[in-house]
């Protein structure tokens, strides 16, 4: 496991710099954390180093799922499971080979865990300092 501390939204924005540089195309990273914890931040800034519009960016809490166009035929789509206790059948499916699946509260649905090919846990301390710790097969690419 990875732990990073991210002590400014600057942080977040180099993070989601260092995952857009890792072989997302086709993978799925799930993203823990408490609310406030920076999941949909951390989108937003993952969008816009995929050369994405991060003002396009917003939490799918309601909708369930967005989709962003990005750079080189790639697509994020951005899922949020916080209400659900289950995931609908098309998460479960693998995504598409030009699509970068992003899950909010992916642990809902246990059985994303299983497949998920990175998992960025965010949490935040009484100091307004936020932690990301990643696990996953795509964390030896980001050790690199």
């Known amino acids: ?3 990073r501390v991210l002590r400014s939204e600057a942080d977040t924005a180099r993070l989601a710099q260092q995952l857009a540089k890792l072989s997302i195309a086709g993978k799925t990273i799930a993203l823990e954390g408490d609310l406030g914890a920076g999941k949909t931040t951390l989108v937003r800034h993952l969008v816009a180093a995929l ?3 991060s003002e396009d960016v ?3 809490t309601f909708s369930l ?3 962003y ?3 080189k035929g790639l697509e994020v789509d951005h899922w949020d499971l916080y209400r659900l ?3 609908p059948p098309e998460v479960l499916e693998p995504p598409a080979s030009s699509v970068v699946r ?3 509260w992916a642990s809902t649905c246990p059985e994303i865990a299983s497949y998920s090919d990175l998992t ?3 949490s935040v301390d009484d100091g307004g300092i936020r932690t990301a710790e990643i696990a996953g097969q795509l964390e030896k690419e980001l050790r690199e």
Request: charged share 35%; hydrophobic share 40%.
């Open 1 to 3: 496991m990875i732990r």
């Open 51 to 53: 050369g994405g519009r």
């Open 58 to 60: 917003a939490s799918p």
């Open 65 to 67: 799922e967005h989709e």
């Open 69 to 71: 166009r990005v750079d």
């Open 85 to 87: 206790r289950c995931a």
């Open 102 to 104: 992003v899950i909010e």
């Open 120 to 122: 960025v846990s965010l």
